[in-house]
């Protein structure tokens, strides 16, 4: 009986210290799940707080005598990131490396903003981006890439205006849209100038006068008759201005939670503003309006009147 007992006994004993050593490494275990668990957690909130950084592109231009194909460069743009910043070329830099602009920087500045896709806006950019502005650009703006479209950019002495950002491996490029430039609208401008005055046989300067105030014969202050000068049709370019830098959509939104703009055909405008009108087709002007931030919705081919109907 001794012998079974100590036998026992010893069994008890052995049972025992198994059971100690398991829940030690159990419980060792598990003070080491917490601890990794703990530093698993951090490690994912800081790549979660990194992810969360937004990508912030950024995309210079001139935007003179601002149109579809601009808005559809600064929708490309911000697909490429989270963030849009724009800088619009001062008019300065525009003059001395394309001529002077059509419209001023500020006008310029107001239609940029009124882009849905643009989040910030930065004047009197450069025309070229030197390696001063791009340092500024990454470390004061947190720009991630520098945008530009797929057409040449060059200086007067035929250098890249876009080259150190290339070098620096932070450059993308998007499609540039074609069919349409800020040259082609001043020479549609221009020939239907040309043309008006083909078909009315009256002197060019009196022609001018009547493009720039909707066919008034008033004089501008100052100017001769015989005279001739750019400012002459300015006037249509302001008026140009006024809507496409969607300060008449951005008042017409504040009366409401929705705006919804009827754009006429180009027939419907011919018809009450002369042949040679519209300047830009039913196509542009849907996507030029489409693009303003404070639009919802368009009606492509709304009448002149509206109807009890409508």
């Not at 050593?21 to 957690?41: D, F, K, R």
């Not at 990508?55 to 601009?70: A, E, K, Q, S, T």
């Not at 504040?254 to 011919?270: A, K, P, Y």
Request: aromatic residues 6%; charged residues 25%.
């Amino acid at each position: 009986m001794g012998s079974n007992e100590a036998k026992e006994t010893a069994e008890l004993r052995l049972k025992f210290v198994a059971k100690c050593v398991v829940t030690g490494v159990a419980l060792g275990l598990s003070i080491w799940g917490i601890n990794h668990a703990s530093g698993l957690s951090e490690t994912l909130e800081m790549w979660v707080r990194k992810k969360k950084k937004p990508i912030r592109v950024y995309m210079d231009g001139c935007f003179d005598m601002m149109h579809y194909g601009h808005c559809n460069a600064l929708r490309q743009a911000r697909a490429l990131g989270d963030q849009l910043v724009v800088g619009v070329v001062s008019d300065a830099e525009i003059t001395a490396n394309k001529g002077p602009p059509v419209t001023s920087l500020n006008e310029r500045m107001i239609m940029v903003q009124a882009v849905k896709w643009v989040d910030e806006v930065i004047p009197d950019a450069p025309y070229a981006i030197s390696e001063e502005f791009m340092k500024k650009l990454f470390e004061e703006y947190n720009i991630d890439y520098i945008i530009h479209g797929d057409d040449p950019c060059l200086l007067p002495d035929g250098s890249d205006a876009y080259a150190l950002a290339k070098t620096a491996g932070r450059f993308k490029q998007i499609k540039r849209t074609e069919g349409v430039s800020s040259t082609d609208i001043v020479g549609r401008m221009l020939l239907c100038v040309r043309e008006r005055s083909l078909n009315d046989k009256s002197n060019h300067s009196s022609l001018q006068r009547q493009f720039s105030h909707g066919n008034s014969q008033k004089f501008e202050d100052g100017i001769a008759a015989g005279e001739t000068r750019i400012s002459h049709f300015l006037p249509t370019s302001r008026r140009i201005v006024q809507f496409s830098n969607g300060k008449i959509l951005r008042l017409a939104r504040e009366f409401g939670d929705f705006l919804l703009v009827g754009i006429h055909t180009d027939q419907t405008i011919s018809a009450k503003r002369g042949a040679h009108r519209p300047i830009m087709n039913l196509h542009e002007r849907s996507l030029s309006v489409l693009a303003c931030r404070y639009v919802d919705e368009v009606i492509i081919g709304a009448p002149m009147e509206i109807s009890k109907d409508m």
